[in-house]
């Protein structure tokens, strides 16, 4: 099994304004590791880094600092031509993700074979069908021909996540991978990951701004703002007892329909949605501003 740690990452993307030049940091100093069987949520509002996080993790993107580290059970380093066998991604738009010109058995197909996990057109076509399987689209047979847009969007997730796991892949980096579904059918993606990470003991990020599936689908929290990470903890402790102000103010913007009918911000453990952007920091004595 594959232990990903991620020490001091840092991320700066060059900003150009007419003849001024200067340096965004999306990403600053984030540590964190992330372990077989266990599934690590990172929380936060939009542009606050979460996806480039994932990006660098995915070598999609390179860092400026730090380093993302893949270990195998005996503690060796993963070589850098395996790490994509280990470490895969499930994108936030799974018609985005999947090409629309090539069929369900090609997707599956395609990383069965570059990462040398089947051979022969047989072997090939029976692992893509057990992966449909394992992702509960059944019978394969009727799914393996079809083309991305003749799938729900649940389904077309689900090839997406089969697709991650095509290459046997130990570590998943999740970017939302619920946020474009219907939300009768987002329980099911989350509890298809939980199974698999349960079945395979995979190492999950789950990429998230929803506090109630960060809760529920995992074992530790991770709140990001502005690029760090400013709280860090079990999930239930984070959620219910949250101890940093931007913390506080995600969870007072959470819906809750025991609240309705009186203001949020009497409520001494949430903050009202209209102060989303300032608040009092009684542990500072200051007023603290939120972007």
Known sequence: MTTLEVADLVKDYPVRAGLRHSTLRAVDHVSFTLRPGRTVALVGASGSGKSTVAKLIARLERPTGGQITATGPDGVRVPERAYRDHVQMVFQDPFASLNPFHTIEHHLARPLKLHGRARGRAQTRQAAYALL???????AAAYAPRRPHELSGGQRQRVAIA??????????IADEPVSM????????????LARLQREDRLAVLYITHDLATARHF???????HRGR?????????????P????????AGAAPDPEARGRSLSGDPGRVAPEDLHRA??????????FG
């Open 243 to 250: 101890r940093h102000t931007y913390t506080r103010l995600l």
């Open 181 to 192: 579904l219907d939300v009768s059918i987002r329980l099911g993606v989350l509890n298809l």
């Open 280 to 289: 009092y920091d009684h542990h500072t004595g200051e007023w603290q501003h």
């Open 218 to 224: 995992s074992d530790e929290i991770l709140v990001m």
């Open 133 to 139: 399987d394992r992702v509960n689209l059944r019978p």
């Open 229 to 241: 990470i400013v709280e860090r903890g079990p999930a239930d402790e984070v959620i219910l007892s």
């Open 163 to 172: 697709r991650a796991l095509a290459p046997g892949a130990q570590v998943v």
